[in-house]
C-alpha cells in the first residue's frame, strides 16, 4: 500500500448470505482529492463506506486509510478521521455548544468550538438544546461534529439532505475551505449537480461494482456528445416514432418525462413541433440543456440515484 495515498481500496468484498453487497471493488484516494461514490440504492455504496470505517468487517480484500492498513495503528488513524453518517447519536439535552465541546474532549486536539460552529452557521444556535433544532440544523451540526478534531480525511454520507438550497451552497463552501487546506473528501450524495460542482473525480457503482471513475467532465464529454432535450409527455408516448426523429441518438422515458439526445437540435425540434402538430405527440415545460453528470447516471445504471 503506497503511503501517498489517502485511501487504498484493492478487491473489497462483502456479502450477507446469498446477496453480494461489494463485489471485488478497487479504487484509490489521493491526498487532498474531493472523491464521490455515487450509485442507485443497494448499490453497494454504504456497505463500502462502512468497511472502510471499520464498521462492517469484510468478507475480502485490502483497506489502507493515510497509509496505514486496516489493523495497524487503528487509534492513530481514527484520530485523524471525522466522519459525518446520515444518522448521527445526537445527545438532545445538550446544548449546540455542549454537543461540540463533548465531542471536542474524546479527541487529543481539536478547534475552537466557534470556529467550527460559525463554519456551518450555527453560531446564533449555540445555547439551543438539540432537540429544539430543525432537521437541516441537526444535519449542519452532524457536520460540524465530524470537523472538531480538524481531521486530514473527512467522510461525507448525504451531507446536504435536509438542507434549502442556500444552506446547500454554504456547505459546499465549506467544503472547498477544506479541500484548500489540503483536506481529503470522500462524499456520498444524492446530488448530481453536487458531485459536479465538488468533487475532483466520481465512482459510479451499481450491483456492487464500480461501473466508472473519472472527473466528471470527462465522464460527461466520454458518453455524451449530443445536447438534451426535456419535456413531460402528457398522454401515450410515441415511443418509436421519437426514435426515428432527426438527429436523435437516444432516448430515455422515466415516468412522463422524456429525454432526447440529439446531435442536431433544430431538426429534431422541427421533428417534435410536427408531431404536436399532427397530435401525436403533447409535451410541456421542455428545456434544451447540455448533458450533465446525471444524463451519464441514468445512462450507465438506467435509473436515477433515488430509484
Not at 439551543?128 to 440544523?137: F, H, R
Not at 465538488?198 to 445536447?227: Q, S
Not at 433544430?266 to 403533447?282: I, V
Request: net charge negative.
Amino acid at each position: 500500500m503506497n503511503e501517498n495515498k489517502a485511501i487504498e481500496v484493492l478487491d473489497l468484498r462483502k456479502q450477507y448470505g446469498e446477496t453480494v453487497a461489494v463485489d471485488g471493488v478497487s479504487f484509490t484516494i489521493e491526498r487532498g482529492e474531493v472523491f464521490g461514490l455515487l450509485g442507485p440504492n443497494g448499490a453497494g455504496k454504504t456497505t463500502s463506506v462502512e468497511c472502510l470505517l471499520g464498521l462492517r468487517e469484510a468478507d475480502g480484500g485490502q483497506i489502507s486509510l493515510l497509509g496505514v492498513s486496516h489493523g495497524a495503528k487503528d487509534n492513530q488513524v481514527r484520530a485523524r478521521l471525522g466522519v459525518q453518517l446520515q444518522t448521527t447519536g445526537l445527545l438532545n439535552q445538550l446544548k449546540v455548544r455542549e454537543q461540540i465541546e463533548l465531542f471536542a474532549s474524546l479527541f487529543p486536539r481539536s478547534l475552537p468550538a466557534d470556529e467550527i460552529l460559525d463554519h456551518v452557521s450555527l453560531l446564533e444556535e449555540s445555547k439551543t438544546a438539540t432537540k429544539a433544532l430543525s432537521g437541516g440544523q441537526k444535519q449542519r451540526l452532524a457536520v460540524a461534529l465530524a470537523l472538531i478534531n480538524d481531521p486530514d480525511l473527512i467522510f461525507l454520507d448525504e451531507p446536504t439532505t435536509g438542507l434549502d438550497p442556500q444552506a446547500r451552497r454554504r456547505l459546499w463552501d465549506v467544503i472547498r475551505g477544506l479541500k484548500e487546506k489540503g483536506k481529503t473528501i470522500m462524499l456520498t450524495t444524492h446530488y448530481m449537480e453536487e458531485a459536479e460542482q465538488l468533487c475532483d473525480r466520481v465512482a459510479i457503482m451499481d450491483h456492487g461494482r464500480i461501473i466508472e471513475l473519472d472527473h466528471p467532465a470527462r465522464l460527461i464529454n466520454k458518453y455524451f456528445k449530443e445536447t438534451a432535450i426535456d419535456f413531460v409527455a402528457l398522454g401515450t408516448v410515441p415511443r418509436e416514432q421519437l426514435k426515428a426523429l432527426p438527429g436523435v441518438e437516444n432516448t430515455l422515458h422515466e415516468n412522463g418525462r422524456v429525454t432526447l439526445y440529439s446531435s442536431d437540435v433544430p431538426h429534431t425540434m422541427s421533428g417534435l413541433l410536427e408531431m404536436a402538430k399532427q397530435d401525436t405527440l403533447n409535451f410541456k415545460d421542455m428545456t434544451v440543456r447540455q448533458a450533465t453528470l446525471e444524463d451519464v447516471f441514468l445512462k450507465l445504471t438506467g435509473r436515477r440515484i433515488r430509484g
